[in-house]
């Protein structure tokens, strides 16, 4: 039992760890079905997980639709390591573009919603009061009819190099069209540390919006975390709206968010073989597969209110005890 509850306890570190990376390559996966890579940006490699919490709405999924009003104010922006390695105590710039809808050239450039150099990150969050708010935030407002537009939100790192173009050097410039990429070349940023998107639209949409495969993050996570093949594939998923959106409470959504954490478990699993590599067999067959529905269930109804972050921990814990124990 003592050993048991060791690599329990052990094994929770690469589960928590183990979440942030899956999240990133969430991300990084939305970025190109919802093609931010290579409509806005020629690639896509964070080194932190980027998160968005607007006032009355709560955390962001990538790509969630949501109306004008609910994010009219600017989102606390949290950032999460990819790991250890990466330390985040220097100074950033932060910023949101419009991207428009899925598959817009970009060439004309691209209207800026939030531009603040100057900006820190102090307990994982990002703070911009000393920061330069060339732009200050000002919230998404596509015109009606014209689709979903994206608008992406951007952390970079600002170089002590670093110099404001002309034309972007003083602070109070309203909402207006730029070169983005540009920008960032030329004042000498990066590189890019995090990043992710909203959807908003107002009105019915008179233009024609390209569908997108769904995120189907199992594919991404598995391959990487255990080598293991799974069929499941974004092929015969068209949707026109990215995944792991407003509602996750049922039918795909809720496959998504249990498969989205397999990657997690099968990391508490290798933790465990790593300390006994005897019971091999057996962790890897049915019973792994059951344990992580049930630990992608309760991580549901912790984010669904369900039960509270303090209630989730334990319970957690209890069924990767028991789960470890019970017959295949
Ligand atoms: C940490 O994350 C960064 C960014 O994803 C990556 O480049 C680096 O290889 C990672 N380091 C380790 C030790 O995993
Ligand atoms: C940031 O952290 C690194 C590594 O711990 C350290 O070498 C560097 O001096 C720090 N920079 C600042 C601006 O604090
Ligand atoms: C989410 O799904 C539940 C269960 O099907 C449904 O009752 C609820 O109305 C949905 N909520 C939204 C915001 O679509
Ligand atoms: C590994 O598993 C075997 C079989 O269940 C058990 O006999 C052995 O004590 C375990 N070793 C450790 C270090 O937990």
């Known amino acids: 039992m003592f050993a048991l509850s060791f690599v329990v306890s052990v094994a929770l570190v690469p589960f928590v760890a183990a979440q942030a990376s899956v999240d990133i390559q969430a991300i990084e996966a939305h970025f190109t079905q919802s093609h931010v890579v290579p409509d806005l940006l020629a690639s896509f490699n964070p080194s932190a997980l980027l998160s968005l919490n607007f006032a009355g709405v ?32 220097g100074t950033y710039t932060i910023a949101m573009v419009d991207a428009d809808i899925v598959g817009t050239d970009l060439a004309d450039g691209e209207n800026r ?30 015109a009606a009819g014209s689709g979903p537009h994206r608008y992406v939100v951007l952390l970079y790192a600002q170089p002590s190099t670093f110099a404001a173009p002309a034309a972007f050097a003083n602070p ?71 995944t792991g959106t407003s509602n996750n409470t049922n039918g795909a959504g809720s496959i998504h968010y249990q498969l989205s954490g397999l990657a997690a478990v099968s990391s508490f699993f290798l933790a465990a073989l790593f300390f006994n590599r005897t019971k091999k067999s057996k962790v890897l067959t049915g019973e792994s597969l059951r344990m992580h529905v049930y630990a992608n269930t309760l991580r549901q109804e912790k984010q669904q209110g369900g039960i509270t972050k303090k209630q989730f921990r334990p319970l957690l814990v209890n069924a990767h005890v028991t789960k470890f124990h019970g017959p295949a």
């Open 58 to 89: 709560g955390n962001v999924q990538p790509g969630q639709k949501f109306t004008k009003d609910q994010v009219g104010t600017a989102p606390t922006v949290t950032v999460t390591p990819a790991n250890s390695s990466v330390v985040l105590n």
């Open 113 to 142: 919603h939030w531009l603040v150099n100057g900006a820190t990150i102090s307990n994982s969050v990002v703070t911009t009061t000393s920061g330069t708010a060339i732009t200050a935030y000002a919230g998404p407002g596509p």
């Open 172 to 242: 109070g410039l309203g909402v207006s069209k730029m070169d983005f990429n540009a920008y960032v070349k030329d004042s000498g940023l990066g590189p890019l540390v995090g990043g992710t998107y909203i959807t908003v639209e107002e009105g019915t949409a008179t233009v024609s919006v390209p569908a997108t495969s769904a995120v189907v993050t199992s594919t991404l996570s598995v391959a990487s975390s255990t080598k293991s093949d799974t069929s499941a594939s974004s092929s015969g998923s068209q949707s026109s709206t990215p």
